[in-house]
């Protein structure tokens, strides 16, 4: 598996390498690591993860809830 930094990942996604490492230790992309407890370490295919800000992300919230 082919692994990506914060950098490269806020440069694909359109964000700022901050947002993408505070969005990794808050365990919103999946499947990134810490590794040598200093580096994140995010999988190339991985998918932006929604920005609970908007509108798209507030109904997807509101589906999942409502099919529990």
């Known amino acids: 598996m082919q692994y ?3 950098k490269q990942a806020g ?3 359109g964000i700022s390498e901050r947002r993408v490492q505070v969005l990794c230790v808050n365990g919103q992309v999946d499947g ?6 200093k580096v994140w370490l995010i999988p190339k295919d991985t998918p ?3 920005d609970g800000r908007t ?3 507030k109904q ?3 589906n999942e809830q409502s099919e529990e």
């Open 48 to 50: 932006k993860p929604l």
């Open 32 to 37: 990134a690591e810490r590794f040598g407890g």
């Open 4 to 6: 990506i930094t914060p």
């Open 55 to 57: 509108k798209e992300a």
């Open 60 to 62: 997807r919230k509101n």
């Open 11 to 13: 440069e694909l996604w």
